[in-house]
């Protein structure tokens, strides 16, 4: 249908119900004389009488009568529609995916996204624990989370964290017989509790890092895992030493329960960035997880 006509019968409506060019023209926003030009050439199009003018009414003749039971339900319907729309602006509504592995999830998406969540019920956050480098345009995701050296250039990131350090330690007891490593090639001779990544097969080598020097130290040990808590939880039970964020470990060396080592030797990493596809409307539920996620120093 040719833009003019939905114009035109949209405002045959307006002065239908109206019963006056005068009043439907005030509402529609154009003048008395443009707004009858409009209806005599709808009617001219159709072939019918649409209205007959007085000098002092309007009313719709049998066929307008008729076309105005079809349309004005209709034009009803997408006015309301776009309504609800408006409203969803102002009130975001929606599910955000999100892809990420459990340090950043539990360290910063979580503190960040519940006061959103609460103030705003209607916006549903789904957070996928995954290590894999996964391409969130094909598994359907809104966005994902890695640290700043990680994302494709095609992707718009978000910094929502400080840079953060990676730690090594063991527990008290695993260190009861045993004596201390000073330098990484020490770690050899310490059973370690091992990370196995998705997207490389092989376990991870132990990136360390002093003075501009960067090892990357093969360890080995009993334990093979793919989940940071767990490492850090296997630990604390004494069966090796691990290597996760110096934040999570920060209680459990101020408690007593780890003890750190090789501390001149922990790197250093850029701080987690969310990324999303580039795309010119955000949905607002996504716009308020950025928000709310956003770090400010």
């Known amino acids: 249908m040719d833009r003019s006509n939905l114009a035109d019968l949209q405002a045959f409506v307006t002065v239908a119900q109206a019963r006056s060019f005068t009043r439907a023209a005030a509402q529609l926003n154009v003048s008395r004389s443009a707004l009858s030009h409009a209806m005599t050439s709808l009617e001219a199009r ?3 009488r649409l209205l007959t003018r007085t000098t002092r009414s309007v009313s719709t003749t049998e066929a307008g009568e008729r076309l105005l039971t079809v349309l004005a339900p209709r034009f009803e319907d997408i006015t309301a529609e776009l309504e609800q729309l408006t ?22 998406l979580w503190p960040k996204l519940l006061p959103l969540m609460r103030r705003y019920p209607d916006v549903k956050v789904e957070l996928n624990v ?13 966005a994902g989370v890695r640290s700043g050296n990680q994302i494709d250039k095609d992707m718009i990131a ?7 350090r990676m730690a090594v330690a063991a527990s008290p007891g695993y260190f009861k017989d045993k004596p201390l490593p000073k330098r990484p090639q020490d770690l050899t001779a310490h059973q370690c509790i091992n990370l196995r990544l998705p997207t490389r097969g092989t376990l991870y080598a132990w990136d360390l890092e002093r003075r501009g020097r960067a090892v990357q130290a093969k360890v080995g040990g009993q334990i093979v895992l793919n989940n940071t808590l767990l490492m850090l939880q296997a630990a604390l039970d004494g069966m090796g030493l691990c290597y996760v964020p110096e934040d999570l470990m920060q209680p459990y060396f101020e408690a007593g329960h780890l003890v ?14 969310l990324y999303y596809p580039s795309r010119r409307h955000v949905p607002p539920a996504l716009s308020l997880v950025i928000e709310a996620l956003r770090h400010t120093k």
Not at 87 to 101: L, N, Q, W
Not at 158 to 164: A, E, L
Not at 260 to 273: C, N, Q
């Open 260 to 273: 750190p080592v090789i501390e001149d030797w922990w790197p250093r990493f850029a701080g987690y960035h």
């Open 46 to 48: 159709l072939g019918v």
């Open 130 to 142: 995954d290590y894999a480098m996964t391409d969130i345009a094909a598994q359907r995701f809104d």
């Open 87 to 108: 409203s969803a602006r102002d009130k975001p509504a929606g599910t955000v995916r999100i892809t990420a592995h459990d340090h950043p999830i539990r360290t910063v």
């Open 158 to 164: 978000v910094r929502i964290s400080p840079d953060f």
